[in-house]
């Protein structure tokens, strides 16, 4: 089972940015996509983006297109999410998940082992 520990959410203003991060225990992270979720108060999780295994391929929702990039760093078992252009609706708990497969997948269903979450909070 791999622990995955987010980090980097807090408090900016629309407009700004952030950078998280989320660190992976154990050897097959190379081997596998990753993905970042994120859930609002009442909503469902929902899909923000997903990489590869290797970084080639990389998928992002609709609503963030543009404004935030995935990356992944497999020597240092790291997947990372730079946001910019912060707005008020991209607040949430963003959590990092690990998908079953090597693609860049965008549903829930496939990622297996998923992060406690970061807080992202966007002020107006």
């Known amino acids: 089972q791999v622990l995955l520990v987010e980090s980097g959410g807090g408090l900016v203003q629309a407009g700004g940015s952030l950078r998280l991060s989320c660190a992976a225990s154990g050897r097959t992270f190379s081997s596998y996509g990753m993905g970042w979720f994120r859930q609002a108060p009442g909503k469902e999780r929902e899909f923000v983006a997903a990489?590869?295994?290797?970084?080639?391929?990389?998928n992002y929702a609709d609503a963030v297109k543009g404004r935030f990039t995935i990356s992944r760093d497999n020597a240092k078992n790291t997947v990372y999410l730079q946001m910019v252009s912060l707005k008020p609706e991209d607040a949430a708990v963003y959590y990092c998940?690990?998908?079953?497969?090597?693609?860049?997948?965008?549903?829930?269903?496939?990622?297996?082992?998923w992060g406690q979450g970061t807080q992202v909070t966007v002020s107006s």
């Open positions: 990489i590869s295994w290797g970084g080639g391929s990389t």
């Open positions: 998940a690990k998908s079953f497969v090597r693609n860049a997948v965008t549903t829930v269903s496939g990622f297996g082992s």
